[in-house]
């Protein structure tokens, strides 16, 4: 049975995670431009995102699966890391992580999540928008000239 925890600083698995996160973005290397902001993330920069932020973790067991990273915003939860083990894929993780995020945003009366995407990645647009997400935004990262995000955002019912 696939469960999700609500993980703070005390979370003893930190390497564990990141070789989760990094596994679960490595079909990105080559394809998105710049590169995933992933393979920035060390041990101690990852503790201090759990102290930072609101994390879940799917687990079957002891087997961890996913994770997504939650940041309150003015107007809505921001998403982000959502990661899911390859080996777990097309089980419904991800939705389920999504849905823990939801259920989250309606705690913090917020009444929508946002996340973003990079341009590349056209099956995750389509994943997203099969998941409530509509485009509102694209941007660009700093020194591109080109659109390299688009930001979504799924409103909550309330």
Known sequence: MITSVQIDETFDRVEELLALIMSSFAYMDGVIDPPSSAHRLTPDNLRQKIRDEIVFVAFDGGDM????????????????????????????????????????????????????????????????????FVKTAENSHAGYARVTSIEMTKRLPS
């Open 65 to 132: 699966l996913g994770c997504i990273f939650c940041k309150p915003e003015a107007a809505s939860l921001y998403v982000g890391k959502l990661a899911v083990s390859p080996a777990a894929q097309g089980r419904g993780i991800g939705k389920a992580l999504l849905r823990t995020a939801e259920a989250t945003a309606h705690r913090l009366s917020l009444p929508s999540l946002r996340l973003e995407t990079r341009i590349e990645l056209v099956n995750n647009h389509r994943q997203f928008s099969s998941w409530g």
